[in-house]
C-alpha cells in the first residue's frame, strides 16, 4: 500500500497567457433525429462571462466529468473558457454560471513520455503537466465530451452516470500510457488543502481531497478503477518524509504507468466519488457502473438527457431559437446536483455523516438567483423533485440553524443577500407539493426569518436596514428581506397563523421607507429615517461599496415582485408609474469605475444579466399595460441570448439566466416569489406541450405567431375565453390547453381592464 498525503499553502493566483482559439459548434456523430439533446450546444455561455460548465454528466448528478484549463481568473471559474486552448486534465466536479470558482476535483491527464508535477505555463509545454488541443477535435453534447491532447497525441472520451465519471483513453501505438492523479489541482481561489493517495492493488487507486476554498471544508473521496494494471506508480516529489505508513510532501500526485503495446492502445478508467468515505465510492461504482461498456453508458446518459429535455417540447421554424432553447433547458439541469451515496449516506452541514431514510440529497444552491425562475421552472416540469430538494433544504436547518443562503458541498457560504431559502421553501408549501414536514418547514421558515445575522437584526429595530448599521448593500439587505418575509406571510395565512401573517406582512412593507417620492427611486436612509446625504446620482455603482448588491438605484428600485400593487401606489399614479418603468429601458448613464461586472446585458439601465432586474419586463401588465411587456419580452430574447459562444449575458448562475429564457419564450414567467401567478409575455413559439405531475400535460399555441406578430389578442383556456393576463399554478399544472391569439399590434382590451390584471396576491 502506497499512501501520499500532501498540505499546500494558498497558492498564488495569475492568469495565463491569453490563447484565441476558433469556437465551433457540437461536431461528429450526433444522436438520432428523434432525440432533443441534438438541439444542445454546449459551446453557449462558454465566452463572454457565461461561466458554463463544459463536460460530462447526467441531470442533477453528482459527477460534473470535464476539462479544466490551466488559465485562472474570473472567466474560468467553471475550470473551461472558449479562448483557451490548453487542458491540464479532466476534474470529477465543476460548478456552471457562478461568479466564484471552487471545486475542480480529482484531476486525470493522461500522457505519455515525461511531465513536472504542476500545471506549467502555455510558454513551457514541454514539461507543465497539460496539453494544448484544438477546437476541431474537441465534441461536446450532452452526457458526452471527447477531445485530442496534441502534446501527447491521446484521445480523451468521457461519460458520466450520476456518482461516476467514465473515462476512455486511447494512447498512440509504441508509446508508454501514463495518467496522472492530481489532487493539488482545483479552481478557484484555494487555501490549505490535503490529498491521499493509495494504490490498493494493480488496479485501483483511492483517496481523497480536502480543500479550503469558497467551500471552506470541503471534503471529496475518490476510488479509481482501471482497465489494464498499473506496472508502477510515481509519487509527487523526492522530499517525502516516512510517518509511519504515510508518506507526507507538498503536493498530492500520484504517476501511474501502465504496460506499453505495439498497437494502439486503449484504457478505461472509472472514477466514482463519494462526499463521505472512499467505501461509499466504491459502492457508488458497484452500483451504478460494475461493467465496462463506455458505448452504453454514453448512450444510458444520453437517455437521460433526453427525458429530461422531453418535458418541454417546442414546435418552430426557428432552427436558432429551438438551439437556444434547448440549451437553456438543458442548462438548468446541471444543478442543484446529487449529494449523497448510493446508501443515502450523505455529508451534513455539521461536518457529520448522516443517512437518509429515503430519498436523495443534493448541494449547489444558489438560492438568490434560481428563487427568481430556475424553482419556479421546476415546480412546473419537475416537480416530482421538489420533495427532495426541500427536505435537503430542512435537514440543512437542522444542522446549522437557518435554512441555506449559498450552500456548495455541505458548507454555508452566506454568499450574497437575503433569504432566498425562505422563498424557495415557501414556493412549494404554497404550491401544494406533498413529501415534506410542513411543521418543520414553517419552524425552519421562522427561525430563519428571525435570525440576527447579516443585516437582520438591524432590519428588525428599524423595519428597514439603515446604511449607518450596515454599511454595505443596505437596501439590498432590507429589499431582499422583505421578499422573504412576504412569502412567509403568505404561507402563514395558509396554516391560519394570523398573528405571524400580520407581523411578517408588516416587515415585508421595508421597500416603502427606502422610497424617495421627490425623484422616485429607492435608496439610502439612516437609522435616524434620513436619505444618505450628498449628491444622489441613480447610475453609479461601486462593487460591495455601495448600499446596491451588483447594481444601482435604476436597477433596484424594481426590487418590489412580492407588491407590485402596493409600490404602484408609491408613485400616486399608474401613468407616473409606467412613465418611470419606460424610462428604465432608455436612460443611459455612467455607472463608474468601481461597477460590478455583473451589471451587463443593459437596455438602458435594465441589466438582464444580473438577477434583480428579472421580473421587471412583467411588471407591465400589473398596471394594465401587457403589449409593452411583450415588446421588451420579444426584445430580451432577440438581443440577450443568442447561439454563439457569447450568447448569454452575465453568468449563467447555476441556471437561473437560463430559466428566464425557457420560461419567457413558453410564454409567461412568475413575478411574485412563491405561489405564482404566472404572467403573460409573448410566447416565442408556435407549440409547447408542457409534460406536468401525474401524467398530465399542458399544450401551448400561439396562433399567428411571428416576429411581428409579438401582441397577445385574445387568450383560450381549455377552449373557453380566458381574459387574464396571468395565469395561476393550480390551473397551469391542471393541464389541457391555452391558445394565444397573436397581433401585429397592441389589443386595446386584451389585460386592460383591473380585473383582468394579475395582482401581488391572488
Known amino acids: 500500500m502506497i499512501v501520499v498525503k500532501s498540505f499546500v499553502k494558498k497558492l498564488a493566483f495569475f492568469g495565463a497567457p491569453f490563447l484565441a482559439v476558433a469556437a465551433c459548434g457540437v461536431n461528429a456523430d450526433l444522436p438520432t433525429s428523434e432525440s432533443l439533446t441534438q438541439y444542445v450546444d454546449p459551446y453557449i455561455g462558454t465566452g463572454g462571462h457565461g461561466h458554463v460548465f463544459v463536460g460530462a454528466n447526467v441531470p442533477y448528478g453528482a459527477v460534473q466529468l470535464g476539462p479544466s484549463n490551466i488559465s485562472t481568473g474570473w472567466d474560468w471559474v467553471s475550470g473551461y473558457h472558449i479562448s483557451d486552448s490548453t487542458i491540464m486534465g479532466f ?28 500545471r506549467g505555463t502555455a510558454a513551457d509545454e514541454s514539461t507543465g503537466a497539460y496539453s494544448l488541443f484544438k477546437r476541431e477535435t474537441e465534441t461536446v453534447r450532452p452526457g458526452f465530451y471527447a477531445v ?23 494512447f498512440p501505438k509504441a508509446e508508454t500510457p501514463k495518467v496522472l492523479i492530481n489532487l493539488d489541482a482545483g479552481i478557484g481561489w484555494e487555501g490549505e488543502k490535503e490529498g491521499h493517495i493509495v494504490l490498493e492493488n494493480d488496479s485501483v487507486v483511492s483517496g481523497y481531497r480536502y480543500s479550503m476554498g469558497w467551500a471552506k471544508n470541503q471534503k471529496i473521496y475518490f476510488t479509481a478503477t482501471f482497465s489494464q494494471p498499473v506496472v508502477k506508480i510515481r509519487l509527487a516529489d523526492s522530499t517525502a518524509v516516512q510517518a509511519g505508513d504515510s508518506i507526507r510532501v507538498k503536493r498530492a500526485y500520484g504517476e501511474l504507468t501502465f504496460a506499453k503495446n505495439e498497437g494502439e492502445q486503449l484504457l478505461l478508467v472509472k472514477v466514482a466519488v463519494s462526499p463521505v468515505s472512499v467505501a461509499n465510492a466504491k459502492l457508488n461504482m458497484q452500483e451504478e457502473l460494475a461493467g465496462w461498456d463506455f458505448d452504453a453508458t454514453r448512450k444510458a446518459a444520453d437517455q437521460a438527457w433526453n427525458e429530461e429535455l422531453a418535458k418541454v417540447k417546442v414546435e418552430t421554424q426557428d432552427s436558432v431559437a429551438r438551439k437556444i432553447f434547448y440549451t437553456a433547458l438543458y442548462h438548468t439541469m446541471i444543478a442543484p446536483s446529487l449529494f449523497n451515496d448510493v446508501n443515502g449516506d450523505y455529508m451534513g452541514s455539521d461536518f457529520k455523516p448522516h443517512r437518509l431514510a429515503s430519498g436523495n440529497n443534493y448541494t449547489t444552491f444558489s438560492l438568490w438567483d434560481t428563487y427568481r ?17 426541500v427536505n435537503t433544504m430542512l435537514r440543512i436547518y437542522q444542522e446549522q440553524g437557518k435554512l441555506p443562503v449559498w450552500h456548495l458541498v455541505g458548507n454555508e457560504t452566506d454568499c450574497m443577500v437575503g433569504n432566498p431559502g425562505i422563498i424557495v421553501v415557501a414556493d412549494a408549501y404554497l404550491k401544494g407539493v406533498e413529501g415534506f414536514d410542513k411543521d418543520l418547514a414553517y419552524e425552519a421558515m421562522k427561525a430563519s426569518a428571525m435570525k440576527d445575522d447579516r443585516g437582520l437584526d438591524s432590519y428588525k429595530k428599524y423595519g428597514f436596514v439603515p446604511y449607518d448599521k450596515e454599511k454595505v448593500e443596505s437596501v439590498a439587505k432590507g429589499l431582499e428581506f422583505a421578499i422573504a418575509d412576504w412569502s412567509l406571510a403568505q404561507v402563514a395565512k395558509l396554516r391560519g397563523a394570523e398573528e405571524d401573517y400580520r407581523y411578517f406582512s408588516e416587515r415585508s412593507q421595508a421597500y416603502k421607507h427606502y422610497f424617495d417620492k421627490d ?4 435608496r439610502g436612509k439612516d437609522s435616524q429615517g434620513n436619505f444618505r446625504p450628498g449628491k444622489f446620482d441613480p447610475f453609479h455603482s461601486a462593487h460591495l461599496a455601495n448600499d446596491y448588491t451588483e447594481g444601482n438605484a435604476w436597477q433596484y428600485t424594481w426590487l418590489v415582485p412580492h407588491d407590485v400593487n402596493g409600490f404602484i401606489g408609491l408613485f400616486g399614479s399608474e401613468e ?30 435594465y441589466a438582464h444579466g444580473n438577477e434583480p432586474s428579472h421580473h421587471v419586463i412583467y411588471m407591465y401588465p400589473f398596471a394594465g399595460q401587457p403589449w409593452k411587456a411583450a415588446d421588451r419580452v420579444r426584445q430580451t430574447l432577440a438581443t440577450l441570448y443568442t447561439d454563439k459562444v457569447d450568447g448569454l449575458s452575465g453568468n449563467e448562475d447555476v441556471g437561473q439566466m437560463s430559466a428566464w429564457y425557457v420560461l419567457s419564450a413558453i410564454g409567461f414567467y412568475q413575478v411574485s416569489p412563491a405561489g405564482g401567478p404566472f404572467i403573460f409575455g409573448s410566447p416565442l413559439f408556435d407549440k409547447v406541450t408542457l409534460a406536468l405531475d401525474a401524467g398530465k400535460s399542458l399544450t401551448i399555441i400561439a396562433h399567428n405567431n411571428s416576429k411581428e406578430a409579438k401582441y397577445i389578442q385574445s387568450v383560450k383556456l381549455n377552449g373557453q375565453p380566458y381574459e387574464k393576463s396571468y395565469i395561476s399554478y393550480a390551473d397551469l399544472m391542471q393541464g389541457g390547453s391555452l391558445e394565444f391569439e397573436m397581433g401585429t399590434s397592441p389589443s386595446s382590451t386584451f389585460g386592460v381592464a383591473k380585473e383582468a390584471r394579475p395582482t401581488s396576491i391572488q
Open 91 to 118: 476534474s470529477h466536479q465543476h460548478l456552471s454560471g457562478t461568479g466564484i470558482g471552487d471545486l475542480g476535483d480529482i484531476v486525470f491527464l493522461p500522457f505519455t513520455g515525461d511531465v513536472r508535477f504542476d
Open 148 to 170: 485530442h491532447l496534441d502534446r501527447f497525441n491521446v484521445d480523451a472520451e468521457l461519460t458520466a452516470t450520476a456518482r461516476v465519471g467514465f473515462h476512455k483513453y486511447t
Open 373 to 389: 425562475a430556475a424553482h419556479p421552472l421546476m415546480s412546473i416540469i419537475h416537480r416530482d423533485r421538489l420533495p427532495d430538494m
Open 519 to 522: 425623484i422616485q427611486f429607492l
Open 576 to 605: 407616473r408609474f409606467i412613465n418611470k418603468l419606460d424610462s428604465l429601458f432608455v436612460v443611459e448613464g455612467d455607472l463608474g469605475e468601481e461597477a460590478s461586472p455583473d451589471i451587463s446585458g443593459l437596455i438602458g439601465q
